[in-house]
């Protein structure tokens, strides 16, 4: 636990970092262009490269390649060197041509992934910007393998600190964005600053990783010898890591399809908010999951390499309770104070308050879904440590296909200005009934999972953490009583008590009920400030 926490922990600070520069990011982003049309067209082209990576890289990075690099450097007579060297060349070149075809391919993927009408204002502004955005598939893949190697060695800080500089480099671009929200009078230049200042970014991002990687000990020589780069065990392990990224871009397809539908009914109830709740419903996973995640996967590999499935266990166990530690207030509180949290992010410049309302409406919806999502994400990286790509393929089919079914089901009841919230339901109950799949099917193969343990854990925790919700809940109607309705500064308010007070119950609540996880996280605090 101790070891996993300090790596957790080193990366975590970086991770939040990050995270805070992309809310500022976001932040600048709805404050120049909005939630209407054009703030709907950025994100969907901005979107499209990372469905792209998803489907090519990233998936199979943390399924495939990870203990793939493990398993060279155990065995390999070099260390793995000459693998490293094979998988970043074949990276760069292939991610290379992949990038110049989706830039020929724009206006496919906007038809693809959208609603609108080609030849609209809106569907050729997004394609403009996707071709804009587009090349950033080179530069960032070849950032998520230099990442790769680079956790594999267990150097997880350039990889956690190199998208603070991306971030940086756009909330400049952003900055400097002067076209307003108007499709009808943003002047082409303003638009060409908006996609090549993103790109640019990612740029940025992967040189700092790259340059990492060298200081690592990392030589880079172009190997073309592919016969030795093992490209058939990759494309056999990683193949039903593809069909598992295929079925779930085939869901965020159908997501963007039907929020883009509703925010050509309803302006500023589409693509935006949906964008907007969904990256901070996804700040305490990035912040904690993704780190733990990303600690615990090499060690669980080895593990397996090793035969010790009792190491296993322990290691899934500690990151499920030291991951729960966090979500499960942090789920209530996004929950409660949804709104509360959105306003003074997003009400600024071409983002109305009653805009950044909304997204805090979907964001207290997608509070549910919290838990089943990382609690899913951390059994795949069991079925990824003991080499079983396939499984996930067909747990991971069965959520879309269950999410997919929820979605039509709200898009066919609920009206335009309701259905991003359903969809947020939607994904929530899916991700539910996945995890208690995965878990299930998990247990079986290795011997079971601590089930009863963990379960105990986390109850005992959501009983530490109701307290924070009381008094959330009580800040929010005890400040729209006195102030009225959300504005900037009672919003201020409800989070300093609500979730400023309210987060420092939970740690004292949890700490009286010896809530192991919790008090670790204090002590590693606790002693840092006293040094």
């Not at 952003?174 to 060409?192: I, M, S």
Request: glycine share 10%.
């Amino acid at each position: 636990m101790s070891r996993l926490l300090r790596a957790s922990a080193i990366m975590a600070a970086g991770t939040m970092v990050s995270r805070v520069t992309g809310f500022v990011r976001t932040m600048v982003l709805a404050a120049a262009i909005g939630t209407e049309l054009l703030g709907d067209a950025y994100n969907v082209a901005y979107a499209i490269p990372y469905s792209i990576l998803d489907l090519l890289l990233l998936g199979v990075l943390s399924s495939v390649i990870v203990p793939m690099i493990v398993r060279a450097q155990q065995h390999d007579p070099d260390g793995g060197r000459a693998f490293e060297q094979r998988l970043l060349t074949l990276a760069t070149v292939a991610l290379i041509v992949v990038a110049v075809l989706a830039v020929l391919a724009a206006p496919l993927l906007i038809d693809l992934y959208t609603d609108w009408r080609p030849g609209s204002a809106q569907f050729e502004t997004a394609v403009l910007l996707a071709r804009l955005i587009l090349p950033q598939l080179a530069f960032f893949g070849l950032g998520a393998v230099a990442g790769a190697i680079l956790n594999t060695r267990e150097r997880f800080a350039a990889a956690m600190w190199a998208p603070v500089l991306n971030n940086v480099v756009v909330i400049v671009v952003f900055l400097a964005y002067a076209g307003g929200k108007d499709l009808a009078t943003v002047p082409t230049g303003q638009l060409v600053l908006l996609g090549l200042g993103t790109t640019a970014g990612i740029v940025a991002q992967a040189v700092v990783l790259v340059v990492a990687l060298k200081r690592a000990g990392f030589r880079f020589r172009p190997r073309f010898d592919l016969r030795n780069a093992r490209l058939g065990e990759m494309g056999k392990a990683g193949g039903w890591t593809i069909g598992y990224v295929i079925v779930t871009q085939l869901g965020f397809m159908l997501i963007i399809n039907l929020a883009s539908a509703a925010g050509t009914a309803v302006p500023n109830h589409g693509v935006s908010p949906y964008t907007y709740a969904f990256q901070l419903f996804q700040l305490p996973y990035g912040i904690i999951g993704v780190s733990v995640i990303t600690a615990m996967l090499p060690k669980m590999s080895r593990a397996v390499a090793d035969g010790r499935l009792d190491d296993l266990r322990t290691e899934f166990g500690a990151g499920v309770r030291l991951i729960s530690s966090v979500m499960v207030p942090a789920s209530l509180l996004l929950m409660v104070l949804g709104p509360a949290i959105t306003v003074p992010i997003y009400a600024h410049g071409e983002t109305t308050v009653a805009d950044a309302v909304y997204i805090g409406n979907v964001l207290q919806v997608y509070g549910l879904a919290l838990m089943p999502f990382a609690v899913f994400q951390l059994l795949l990286r069991v079925f990824y440590a003991l080499g079983d790509t396939r499984t996930p393929v067909f747990v991971g089919a069965g959520t879309t296909a269950a999410s997919a079914v929820l979605m039509l089901v709200a898009n066919a009841l609920l009206p335009p200005a309701y259905l991003v919230m359903g969809l947020a339901f939607a994904y929530a109950c899916a991700y539910a009934l996945g995890a208690a799949v995965a878990w299930t099917i998990a247990a079986r193969r290795v011997g079971g999972l601590g089930g009863w343990s963990v379960g105990t854990a986390l109850t005992r925790m959501y009983l530490a953490a109701l307290p924070t919700a009381v008094l959330a809940l009580a800040a929010v109607w005890v400040t729209q009583q006195v102030f009225g309705e959300l504005a900037f500064v009672n919003s201020l308010i409800i989070l300093a008590v609500g979730g400023g007070l309210g987060g420092l119950l939970y740690l004292a609540v949890a700490h009286k009920m010896r809530i192991p996880e919790v008090n670790s996280i204090v002590g590693m605090v606790a002693g840092r400030v006293g040094r």
